[in-house]
Nanobody, 119 residues
């Protein structure tokens, strides 16, 4: 069982920056990957950025060069640094943790944090 608590969302002007944090607790030893997904009104949830235990990263094409995912293992925390924000980045951002070695694979989700980018 994994619990994820997100923070750092808010309202920002286009071109500004935000840093999202996600603190994991519980049975975290077998987590293989963590990341961020987002969902805008009327749209399907999409993967924004992920990082594996081996520090392999993935970024959606729409955020490459603007967002950076990182971890602080001592704090069991994953971050998403978001720079050069655009109005189309407006969404609820959800933290995700995956246990790929589980059968079946397990996914855990945070409660979501709102990011609103104004023009």
């Amino acid at each position: 069982q994994v619990q994820l608590v997100e923070s750092g969302g808010g309202l920002v002007q286009a071109g500004g920056s935000l840093r999202l944090s996600c603190a994991a607790s519980g049975s975290i030893a077998s987590i293989d990957a963590m990341g961020w997904y987002r969902q805008a009104p009327g749209k399907q949830r999409e993967r924004v950025a992920t990082i594996t235990f081996g520090r392999i990263t993935y970024y959606a094409d729409s955020v490459k060069g603007r967002f950076t995912i990182s971890t602080d293992n001592a704090k069991n925390t994953v971050y998403l640094q978001m720079n050069s924000l655009k109005p189309e980045d407006t969404a609820v951002y959800y933290c995700n943790a995956q246990k790929l070695r589980a059968a079946p694979r397990l996914d855990y989700w945070g409660q979501g944090t709102q990011v609103t980018v104004s023009s």
